[in-house]
């Protein structure tokens, strides 16, 4: 069984009482409270470290998620198998099945892995109220970050080219990206930074990145919609780290666990990057988290739409009071621009929706935040 990786950092500290963390063997123990935060058990795939209060829920939860993606093909196989005993279009048709049992093999596997790391009193009880995780099994970040396609490798440079506005402002030795999905953006940026650390808190994206780090893998793409040609029913997209990122996709250190509640330590962070993440969480405990981690005059780079994925709406803000709460949690900004959108995968509503992404760079600034911090507590006292 491989060993999971170690990250190769000194920044990390307890969560239980924020003592700096120790290396013991393969995992992590605090001196003062004792915690251990160990990688769960996998078969032939590396797993990260938990760092999470409860590791038995968010097992469970990456298991479900492999679980359901395994069950959506298998579903999809079973029906085709019975269509086809009355079908006469057998030839075109059984490249599909084939196709759907290679992507439920392609999911079987990660489930397969995670199994001995999943408490089954926990599982049963997510799997009755239908929860588990939503990213990162459609297959559409991974052949995003990783298929090397003509569309995906111009979205990824459009995005860089973006961050680049950015990094101008942001030099720093460690870069942290929140919410770093299936992990190219935090590659990208190992050009730019010494130390890149990803946050994700789905196992999901991290195990099929750390997958992918061993050996190149494939999937299928069917659709069975307006296509032209029999030909245009199945594409086979090839999924491989580019040999010339390889080194740096290893040197990122991936870190499991909530971007809004981590183990890195205060003040350990030169430029925060919340590439598409901004929407994700509310805004103010991405503040709070990223004031705690920034140093002083560390910059956080937001990049992505405000497109709200969460139902809170008193935490939907537009750009002008996302950027107005920036400054009243002592941020001073440096850069705000407005950039076309580069999704490959989202034209339709790109088209039917307002939606832009903005670029905002802004440095944090304690003394401001004092500041800030004594405005609203007069105001709030008056
Ligand atoms: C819209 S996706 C963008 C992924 C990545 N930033 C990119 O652009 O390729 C948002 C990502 O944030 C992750 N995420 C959501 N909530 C999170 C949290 N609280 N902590 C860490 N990651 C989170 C999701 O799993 C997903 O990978
Ligand atoms: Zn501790």
């Keep these: 069984m491989p ?3 170690l990250i190769d950092s000194t920044l990390l500290i ?4 924020k003592t700096p963390l120790q290396a013991a063997h393969q995992a992590y123990q605090c001196s003062e409270c004792e915690r251990l935060y160990d990688a769960g058990k996998a078969q032939d795939i590396p797993l990260p470290i938990a760092f999470f209060e409860e590791p038995k829920q968010v097992y469970a939860d990456a298991y479900l998620g492999f679980y359901r993606a395994y069950k959506h093909f298998d579903q999809k196989a079973v029906q085709l198998t019975e269509g086809l005993k009355k079908s006469g279009r057998k030839k075109e048709l059984l490249p599909v099945l084939k196709a759907f049992k290679d992507n439920q ?7 397969e892995a995670l199994a001995p790391s999943v408490d089954l009193p926990t599982l049963l009880e997510k799997a009755g109220k239908n929860a588990g995780q939503k990213y990162g099994y459609d297959f559409n970040y991974l052949e995003r970050d990783w298929s090397q396609q003509p569309r995906a490798q111009l979205e990824i440079s459009n995005l860089m080219s973006i961050v680049q506005k950015a990094v101008k402002h942001c030099s720093g030795e460690h870069a942290v990206v929140l919410g770093a999905g299936m992990g190219r953006l935090a590659t990208e940026l190992k050009a730019h930074h010494k130390q890149v650390t990803a946050i994700e808190n789905s196992l999901g994206q991290i195990a099929q990145f750390y997958a992918l780090l061993q050996q190149p893998n494939h999937f299928w793409r069917v659709n069975t919609i307006n296509t032209r040609k029999d030909n245009d029913l199945l594409k086979k997209v090839n999924l491989q780290i580019p040999k010339a990122l390889l080194a740096d996709a290893k040197s990122v250190d991936y870190i499991w666990a909530d971007a809004c509640n981590s183990p890195l330590a205060d003040r ?3 430029v925060l990057y919340s590439i598409y ?3 994700v969480v509310p805004l103010t405990k991405l503040l709070a988290e990223s004031k705690r981690l920034l140093t002083e005059g560390g910059c956080f780079v937001h990049l992505g739409p405000l497109h709200y994925h969460f139902s809170d709406i008193t935490q939907h803000y537009s750009l002008e009071t996302f950027c107005a709460q920036l400054v009243q949690h002592g941020f001073v900004l440096q850069h705000q621009s407005e950039h076309e959108p580069v999704n490959i995968d989202d034209e339709g509503l790109q088209r039917s929706q307002q939606y832009f992404n903005a670029l905002i760079v802004a440095k944090y600034d304690s003394a401001q935040d004092q500041h ?3 405005k609203s507590s007069v105001t709030e006292s008056s």
């Design 3 to 5: 060993s999971s990786s």
């Design 14 to 17: 307890c969560m239980q009482c």
């Design 105 to 111: 093999k392609y999911f079987t596997r990660f489930a």
């Design 268 to 270: 350990s962070v030169d």
């Design 277 to 279: 993440f901004s929407d």
């Design 372 to 374: 800030a911090e004594d």
